[in-house]
Nanobody, 128 residues
Framework: QVQLAEAGGGLVQAGASLKLSCVAS????????MGWFRQAPGKEREFVAA????????DYADSVKGRFTISRDNRKNTVYLEMNSLKPEDAAVYYC?????????????????????WGQGTQVTVSA
């Protein structure tokens, strides 16, 4: 079973930047498709970004395109979410997610049920 641990959340002002990280353990990171989701109070969890096992395929929610960047370092078993130009509506608990895939499945998905392992989440608060 893959364990995921997020870090990097915090309180920032609108327009600022944050970089989240997620370290995976208990599996082969190079076989993991990774994703970031978020959940704001009173709202359902939503897709933010995803990256294929090789890093060659990326996907973003329309609301974060051009502001957020997902990346991975397979040597460090870590996936990152760099968030720039943060807005108050970006405030949420951010979750890292993973799915074990075959080597030929080097593509991304934005479907929550496609991910089988989840972190505990890290809080991002953006003040206006």
């Amino acid at each position: 079973q893959v364990q995921l641990a997020e870090a990097g959340g915090g309180l920032v002002q609108a327009g600022a930047s944050l970089k989240l990280s997620c370290v995976a353990s208990g599996g082969t990171f190079g076989n993991l498709r990774m994703g970031w989701f978020r959940q704001a109070p009173g709202k359902e969890r939503e897709f933010v970004a995803a990256i294929s096992w090789s890093g060659s395929s990326l996907d973003y929610a329309d609301s974060v395109k051009g502001r957020f960047t997902i990346s991975r370092d397979n040597r460090k078993n870590t996936v990152y979410l760099e968030m720039n130009s943060l807005k108050p509506e970006d405030a949420a608990v951010y979750y890292c997610a993973a799915a074990t895939v075959d080597y030929w499945a080097d593509y991304v998905t934005n479907i929550e049920s496609d991910f089988t392992s989840w972190g505990q989440g890290t809080q991002v608060t953006v003040s206006a």
